[in-house]
């Protein structure tokens, strides 16, 4: 299924064997392993769905996501809107004609996906979503001889951040702090703001066919290990091997990217350290915990926020590249048919890329 993507303008190939390898052999995932954490299967889910909308396979993405909604409620929703973009332009460059490849690549940056036919194909890709989700819940609900007490227990617990059990997260410290009163609306703005990322990132991703819309899974693979309830190491695994595959990214967020990682990596590495100082010594609080989760959340959401913001640096010098060479090339055949009108044509300005219609 990878082998059948067509994400040729960057060079994704080469960074999907090294970013399993890192995945695979990374401690963190190892250590996840042995603690027979779940969250190994949930990653499945995630890359499943991916991948399979690289393919152009839009009915198999949806199923990989309801089924990560189904493992972990809620945050995989912010891989609905590129999956979705990334099935359908998928889908349309494999049934549309070959065209001439400096042409298509200025208009890849140029159109925008905010079409008719993408809003409804974005429209059944979440209906598919949905019901693939009613359909585990009632094999669920069967295997449960019509009991509904696994809903509690699997899904409004989470949402509603019940357990303040101490994690990697910073939910359990601020839902801890919160007057009772204010409870509800605490657990609103920490899962709704989540919901304003996708449709920016697609504005200024999305319109960068093929591969903008892998960036934005990438992205979005990203956000979920940053703001689900309940995190473990394993997750800035699963988002460092995402970020691994477009090896272009890296290249051009090198000057802070390992920087950031070490910040990530040094949180994580304290957090063992500060749950035996306060829990198992008594000889702090529940500052000592909280302050290495802020670390890494800090450092972790820069790193992310660095990252993407490399991708639309490369994007906005690729669409300079593609207009001027688009420009020459126009210049040059009115060269040879008309010289007054390629003096004409030679003298309108490139657009700005951060202007364009998206």
Same mark, same amino acid.
Request: aromatic share 6%.
């Given at each position: 299924m990878i082998a059948s993507t067509t994400l040729t303008t960057m060079q994704v190939a080469e960074g999907l064997e090294e970013g399993g390898l890192f995945y695979l052999l990374?401690?963190?995932t190892v250590a996840s392993c042995v603690a027979l954490s779940v969250q190994n299967l949930q990653h499945l889910f995630l890359v499943f769905a991916v991948v399979a909308a690289g393919a152009g396979k839009g009915g198999l993405s949806a199923a990989g996501i309801a089924a990560s909604l189904y493992v972990c409620p809620f945050t995989p929703v912010l891989l609905v809107l590129p999956c979705a973009c990334l099935a359908y332009n998928q889908q349309r460059s494999v049934e549309r004609a070959k065209e001439d490849r400096e042409h298509s690549e200025y208009d890849a940056l140029t159109k925008g996906q905010v079409s008719l036919g993408f809003l409804m194909y974005s429209v059944c890709f979440l209906m598919v979503v949905l019901c693939s989700f009613v359909c585990l819940l009632g094999a669920s609900m069967a295997a449960m001889a019509g009991e509904l007490q696994f809903v509690e227990a699997a899904f409004l617990s989470v949402l509603s951040i019940r357990d303040?059990?101490?994690?990697?997260g910073f939910f359990w410290y601020f839902f801890i702090e919160v007057f009772q009163r204010y409870y509800l609306l605490f657990v609103f703005a920490f899962h709704a703001h989540i919901l304003f990322? %996708? @449709? *920016?990132?697609?504005?200024?991703?999305?319109?960068?066919?093929p591969t903008g819309p892998f960036i934005h899974c990438s992205a979005a693979i990203g956000m979920i290990s940053l703001f689900k309830p309940y995190p473990t190491a394993s997750d800035y695994a699963l988002m460092v091997s995402a970020m691994l595959v477009q090896a272009e990214l890296i290249r051009e967020s090198q000057r802070y990217f390992a920087f950031l990682l070490s910040g990530v990596m040094f949180g994580l590495s304290m957090v063992p350290t500060m749950v035996a100082v306060w829990l198992g010594r008594n000889a702090g609080n529940a500052n000592y915990l909280y302050n290495m989760t802020l670390v890494v959340n800090v450092f972790g959401s820069l790193t992310l926020s660095e990252w993407v913001k490399a991708?639309?640096?490369?994007r906005k010098r690729q669409f300079r590249l593609a207009y001027f060479r688009k420009l020459v090339l126009a210049v040059a055949d009115e060269v040879s048919a008309n010289p007054a009108a390629a003096k004409a044509?030679? %003298? @309108? *300005?490139?657009?700005d890329a951060d202007t364009t219609v998206t």
């Open positions: 990374n401690p963190l303040l059990t101490p994690n990697t990322y %996708s @449709v *920016p990132l697609h504005l200024r991703l999305g319109s960068y066919a991708g639309m640096r490369l044509r030679a %003298s @309108v *300005p490139a657009p």
